[in-house]
């Protein structure tokens, strides 16, 4: 299948939302499959980065909002548990904060299950899941071969993954909240979630640049567009894009308002620029999301 | 010399410093954060009945009657007419001087965006000064790292301070005069000690804040620094004691982080600001 007939049609599916969530996220991951032998995100540039206006959803609506989230909590349990079981991949001291990662990716896992069962959804499940939140068996993470992490004990190469999906989470549950407003409960636990998932990207990005083999150096917040190299091209580049907006915008007509960051008054002068998109985690939408672990799933 | 006077004249002049009386009484009331219900209805009561019956506390200034009714049971209103009255700033001036004195954050919407930018002006005080102070030094990959992050902390939180100064327009509170004098700057542990548990309540303050909005457009960008606020939390965490970035003081066993209520927030930040806030209109759960 020819890559950009691929982005097309993502993109006609996230413009009409013909497809019911399932029924995206099975072709996704149809598309997902022929793609991971190639280079994941050559498709990107031109999947959607920006996150059109969310209005509160209805039951069924954030049901599937949260069937979509507890599919990428599953994705990166199972990820940081085969690293955290991968022996001598991560050094003992870096052990223990891995762990509790997963253990909160659990918790996760287990609370927006109860949520969608109390909305009277059904939740996701991945793929050849035996009563066992661990099932490594429905992801390839090494993309077809691709990423050897777990194969080779590269750390380097485990921590820009961690990196990356825990980031992409985070971007995922900003896009989310809006869904949730007409749910004050609701909004309240995804916040909870969201919030503790920054705080695994923000200590994936930290230990990733302790360890010291990082050319882009990563701070705990993202910086710019930046992924997780520093030379283009860069084919993780995709996960980043839009992250280097400063125009914070909300409202339409009278009610609004917008203002570029980076106008804002710093210590002499305006705020550097890239501060400007460091204080900020932008959304991305769901298709991308879903396109952009697609590769890492087993079709 | 307002304040030397204030005390001493209005209230010999009786019957025409009644108004007032009831009027101090009810601001005094109000800003104690100890509001009685059944005295903000007498002094209210009490204006009602002078208003409709004996004295036009605005008439010498030319508010009408019917304004200063409808504006009876907000504090801005409050504001409005005292400050048209002559010589009602004088008592103004008074209370100001006494320890009930606080500065009204509005109602609603209004109240949760000052709510959250005193907590991002308390922060960006503290990276300000904790930037400022080199407790550390710059030898090493991570004290290196640590210099510019204190930084980026410090612009983060001018930034969110811009965003809600131009969100809140007119509305916006006064900038707030800090009071970080419990913070030992030169001692690295002091200093990120204040940062992880400040972090923590900033984090958790905009976790509760999000339900709490009635014009839902403000959710989105609420949701992009709550995410960046986690981050914060798990650096000045990390930095301290490796490893904690979330441990179970501040995320239970099903995963989740603390989402804290304005009430419960604004006594903590409190500590570090001069000013004192009257938050009692502020949604809280």
Not at chain 1, 209 to 231: C, E, H, L, M
């Amino acid at each position: 299948m020819d890559l950009k007939n691929i982005v097309q049609k993502i993109n006609q599916m996230e413009s009409a939302t013909q497809l019911s969530g399932s029924g995206r996220r099975d072709l996704l991951k149809k598309l997902g499959s022929s793609l991971a032998a190639a280079a994941i995100p050559a498709i990107i540039t031109a999947l959607p980065e920006t996150a059109t206006a969310q209005t509160s959803g209805s039951n069924s609506d954030m049901i599937n909002t949260m069937n979509y989230l507890l599919e990428l909590e599953y994705f990166v349990y199972n990820y940081f548990r085969t690293g955290c079981q991968t022996g001598g991949l991560m050094p003992a001291a870096d052990l223990p904060g891995f762990q509790a990662v997963v253990n909160h990716d659990l918790g996760h896992i287990n609370t927006l299950s109860a949520a969608i069962t109390n909305l009277g959804g059904t939740p996701y499940l991945p793929k050849y899941y035996d009563n066992n939140p661990f099932c490594p068996a429905a992801y390839d993470f090494t993309a077809g071969g691709v990423y050897m992490m777990f194969y080779s004990a590269n750390y380097g190469l485990f921590l820009n993954f961690a990196q990356i999906f825990k980031d992409l989470v985070a971007r995922a549950y900003v896009n989310s909240a809006p869904i949730f407003t007409g749910n004050a409960a609701l909004l309240t636990q995804l916040m909870q979630m969201h919030s503790v998932d920054s705080r695994h990207a923000a200590h994936s990005r930290l230990v990733r640049r302790y360890f010291g083999q990082a050319a882009d150096n990563p701070k705990p917040w993202i910086t710019n567009n930046n992924s997780v190299a520093s030379t283009p091209p860069n084919e993780f580049e995709a996960y980043y894009n839009g992250e280097n907006n400063t125009i914070q915008a909300a409202g339409t007509g009278a009610v609004s308002f917008s203002l570029d960051i980076s106008q804002v008054t710093g210590i002499g002068g305006t705020i550097p620029l890239s501060a400007a998109t460091e204080a900020f985690d932008e959304p991305l939408p769901q298709a991308t999301v879903q396109a952009l672990i697609a590769p890492f799933l087993v079709s | 010399m307002y304040r030397s006077y204030a005390f001493g004249c209005p209230f010999s002049l009786y019957p025409q410093s009644l108004p007032y009386i009831f009027l101090l009484l009810k601001h005094l009331v109000l800003n104690c954060g100890k509001l009685s219900a059944f005295v903000e209805r007498y002094c209210i009561k009490g204006m009602k009945f002078l208003n409709n019956n004996i004295i036009k506390p605005g008439a010498e200034s030319g508010v009408s009657s019917e304004a200063a009714g409808e504006n009876r049971h907000s504090r801005r209103g409050f504001l409005q007419i005292a400050g048209g009255v002559t010589g009602a700033g004088l008592l103004l001036d008074a209370c100001r001087k006494g320890a009930s004195t606080s500065v009204y954050m509005g109602t609603g919407d209004v109240s949760l965006l000052n709510y959250l930018y005193i907590i991002n002006q308390v922060q960006a005080g503290f990276y300000t000064q904790a930037f400022a102070t080199a407790y550390y030094d710059t030898n090493g990959a991570t004290r290196l790292s640590e210099y510019q992050f204190l930084q980026d902390l410090r612009d983060h939180q001018l930034a969110y301070m811009g965003l809600f100064q131009a969100m809140l327009g007119t509305s916006a509170i006064e900038k707030v005069q800090l009071q970080l004098s419990q913070v030992t700057f030169a001692d690295r542990t002091s200093t990120l000690s204040h940062a992880t548990t400040m972090q923590d309540w900033a984090a958790g303050a905009y976790n509760g804040a999000a339900r709490l909005f009635k014009n839902t457009m403000y959710i989105p960008i609420i949701a992009k620094i709550a995410s960046v606020e986690a981050r914060h939390a798990e650096y000045v965490r990390d930095a301290l004691n490796w490893g904690t970035f979330g441990d179970d003081t501040v995320v239970d066993v099903n995963g989740l982080g603390q989402a804290l209520s304005p009430n419960t927030v604004m006594p903590f930040f409190q500590t570090y600001i001069q000013t004192t806030f009257d938050y009692s209109q502020v949604p809280s759960f």
